[in-house]
């Protein structure tokens, strides 16, 4: 029989989000719990350098910032705990989780921060120098600043892939773009405006094979011809990937709205998902920005309108 606790308010998932919403809960007086999940202070955790967060003149590593995120939630009494929801039982007054399938929670909010992981292609190399912040990234406009005046690659169809690349036009030398098909999967639009950007070179037909380097940074990308076989290098310094998020919400399939890709669907300008005291902030509903600092707005919004839940009743 598993133990069973109390709260009024569950936060699920950390991030800048889940610990911006465990400051604005705490100072609430809402005594929230937080789960800090599978990967403690989320994806940027796994960034060497923030520059565009506010407050931050000088830059500051992506684990530092949420240590230091956790320790003002902490100071307001927010309880920040190790361990991840394994099931949820959310539809009525009391909203029950589990958490590593032994502890049974009671609560009467939740906060969803799951967050999104960022999809790669799996070559070990690329996870090498993603793991080294030497030249691999998930997001152009996290990093791109990076890369000014330099040549990179980026790998992907979609209308995301799109709009990465031509934000890194503006910032790069050179952006090759890699498209596996013979076709683009995003809008005309979006094709249409990479095609008529003269520093980006599209190369159709296009896998990517290995991630060249020196062992600690990225020196270029070697890419393969799907129909002639031929393979050759490309010179870079930075190698991104667009090819899609999953959002962290698989254990929320059969309680809450999601869209076909499974991100969680909130009502308006609001937190609120489709069932009442069920509050969604950052990645997991957000498919369209994903930055630190909009993951950050949407935690506050999520704690006011669990703030504003629990007074109402």
């Known amino acids: 029989m598993s133990d069973i ?10 991030g800048p989000a889940g610990y911006t919403a465990a400051i604005y809960a705490a100072r609430a007086n809402m005594a929230p719990v937080l789960y800090q999940g599978l990967q403690p202070g989320g994806q940027l955790t796994t960034t060497n350098e923030v520059e565009n967060f506010p407050g931050y003149p000088e830059g500051v ?27 949820a039982e959310l539809k009525g007054d009391v909203k029950k989780v589990w958490v590593n399938e032994t502890t049974e929670i009671h609560a009467d909010t939740v906060i969803i921060s799951t967050g999104a992981t960022a999809m790669y292609l799996g070559l070990p190399s690329e996870q090498h120098y993603l793991s080294l912040g030497g030249g691999v990234s998930a ?19 979609g209308d995301s892939a799109c709009e990465e690349a031509h934000y890194l036009s503006k910032l790069c030398k050179k952006v ?14 979006m094709e249409e405006r990479v095609r008529n950007t003269e520093n980006i070179e599209i190369l159709m037909n296009t896998s990517t094979v290995d991630i060249l380097g020196d062992g600690n940074v990225v020196t270029g990308v070697r890419v393969k011809n799907n129909i002639t076989g031929e393979e050759k290098d490309i010179e870079a310094t930075g190698f991104f990937v667009a ?19 499974g991100y969680l669907i909130t009502q308006g300008k609001t937190s609120k998902t489709n069932v009442e005291g069920v509050f969604a902030c950052g990645d997991v509903q957000d498919k369209d920005y994903r930055q630190a600092i909009t993951a950050a707005g949407s935690g506050c919004i999520a704690a ?3 703030e504003r839940y629990l007074a109402a009743k």
Not at 5 to 14: A, D, M
Not at 146 to 154: A, D, G, K, L, T
Not at 176 to 189: C, E, G
Not at 243 to 261: S, V
């Open 5 to 14: 606790e109390r709260v009024k308010c569950l936060i699920i998932g950390s």
């Open 61 to 87: 590593t992506g684990p530092e910032m949420m240590m230091q995120l956790q320790a003002q939630a902490q100071r307001f009494g927010a309880d920040i705990r190790d361990g991840w929801v394994t099931k």
């Open 139 to 157: 997001c152009a406009v996290c990093d791109g600043f990076f890369y000014r005046n330099q040549e990179v690659v980026i790998v992907g169809a």
């Open 176 to 189: 090759t773009m890699l498209v596996r098909s013979d076709k683009f999967r995003s809008s005309r639009i």
């Open 243 to 261: 090819i899609g998020h999953k959002p962290n919400t698989d254990i929320f399939k059969e309680e809450l709205e999601m869209d076909e890709t």
């Open 304 to 306: 006011l309108d669990a």
